[in-house]
């Protein structure tokens, strides 16, 4: 079984379940030419690595996959010239970075995929994931996004290494 994301509906499909999401507000773009910051969603083919969630929020989430929590001092590397490009780092950071400890709730649930991260390639892009909707429907700034609800009916379907197939 895999998670398949149809990118121009905008639904992914998962062992039955149909579940609408977002993606980038730029659209999407092949693997090979996508940028950082393009704001365009890498079509192509990654597998589940593992997940974080905040703890004060939400319990240990239902999944096979290995879950983390998040600490308010996490974040993910976003600098192309930086020596952790496309990892998980402690904060204060002088690198260009995400910040993983959100208000907004975006960042309740992350799913992180194997996009540029064996090794990851400057430029290529970073911190794409899949992660909880913001509430105004908007579109993201590349990663796949899922209502709180359908995100949490996904999970339980997961496993580790899981294929994800972004298609057009």
């Known amino acids: ?57 939400l319990p240990t989430p239902k999944s096979s996959l290995t879950f983390w929590p998040i600490e308010t001092n996490d974040g993910w590397c976003d600098d192309p ?38 090794p990851p390639e400057p430029h290529k892009g970073s911190a794409i994931f899949l992660h909880i909707a913001q509430p105004d429907d908007r579109q993201t700034l590349g990663c796949v996004a899922f209502a709180p609800d359908d995100m949490v009916a996904m999970l339980p379907l997961l496993t580790p290494d899981m294929a994800v197939r972004i298609i057009r």
């Open 81 to 118: 010239d930086g020596d952790a490009y496309n990892r998980f780092i402690r904060l204060p950071s002088t690198a260009s970075h995400e910040a993983l400890w959100r208000e907004d709730g975006a960042y309740d649930i992350i799913l992180v995929i194997s996009h540029n991260d064996s």
């Open 1 to 57: 079984m895999s998670l398949t994301i149809q990118a121009a509906r905008g639904e992914a499909e998962l062992g039955g379940l149909v579940l609408p999401c977002r993606i980038g507000k730029e659209g999407c773009v092949d693997q090979s030419a996508g940028r950082e910051g393009d704001a365009k969603t890498p079509l192509g083919e990654y597998h589940l690595r593992f997940g974080l969630y905040r703890a004060d929020r």
